[in-house]
T-cell receptor
Framework: GDSVTQMEGPVTLSEEAFLTINCTYTATGYPSLFWYVQYPGEGLQLLLK?????DKGSNKGFEATYRKETTSFHLEKGSVQVSDSAVYFC?????????FGGGTRLMVKP | SQTIHQWPATLVQPVGSPLSLECTVEGTSNPNLYWYRQAAGRGLQLLFY??????ISSEVPQNLSASRPQDRQFILSSKKLLLSDSGFYLC?????????????FGDGTRLSIL
């Protein structure tokens, strides 16, 4: 079946550092890929998405490129802020269902 | 635009008491609806999903049940809560018949069992 693997956290960075959170997947067919963000005490918010190979999703300075050859969808941001501290989930779609990774907690220190 | 509402935001219940959590969606029709549970510091566990009124699929056998009495209403229930039912419960929706669309989440209900 489908699966999503994310790097385990927590990831601790200083403000303005470069962020990469790795995400790889296994899936049949051609899923869409998503990154969600969960701030403390809140639900999940869709951060960005990509629907086909080589698509780049971007939002709020975050980017991720759908790489079919490496089955990856790594999340990047050039300069993180304290307000980016949250848990990030990678997910893929298939048959009205989403398969989520385990989540990666990001902590950004001033 | 579409919105999703969950209530209550927090709930403290004694062991053995009943539970009813409600979720409603506005601005769309015939959505797919989902209930997830998130244990502290953990990932998401899909509990139930529904593709239409009265149609409920359960992903994990447990102490909980779900119902969909109206097109845009999804209810999570229990007759007798267990300590292990504590957690953060999230409702989500996605458009019908479009399997590559994202799900959109409510703000969640934090349930504590004493």
């Amino acid at each position: 079946g489908d699966s999503v693997t994310q790097m385990e956290g927590p990831v601790t960075l200083s403000e303005e550092a470069f962020l990469t959170i790795n995400c790889t997947y296994t899936a049949t067919g051609y899923p869409s890929l998503f990154w969600y963000v969960q701030y403390p005490g809140e639900g999940l918010q869709l951060l960005l998405k990509a629907t086909k190979a080589d698509d780049k999703g971007s939002n709020k300075g975050f980017e991720a490129t759908y790489r079919k050859e490496t089955t990856s969808f790594h999340l990047e941001k050039g300069s993180v802020q304290v307000s980016d501290s949250a848990v990030y989930f990678c997910a893929l779609s298939g048959g009205n269902m989403l398969t989520f990774g385990g989540g990666t907690r990001l902590m950004v220190k001033p | 635009s579409q919105t999703i509402h969950q209530w209550p935001a927090t709930l403290v219940q004694p062991v053995g008491s009943p539970l009813s959590l409600e979720c409603t969606v506005e601005g769309t029709s015939n959505p797919n609806l989902y209930w997830y549970r998130q244990a502290a510091g953990r990932g998401l566990q899909l509990l139930f999903y529904s593709v239409g009124i009265g149609q409920i699929s359960s992903e994990v056998p447990q102490n909980l049940s779900a119902s969909r009495p109206q097109d845009r209403q999804f209810i999570l229930s229990s007759k007798k809560l267990l300590l292990s039912d504590s957690g953060f419960y999230l409702c989500a929706w996605s458009p019908d018949r479009d399997s590559n669309q994202p799900q959109h989440f409510g703000d969640g209900t934090r349930l504590s069992i004493l």
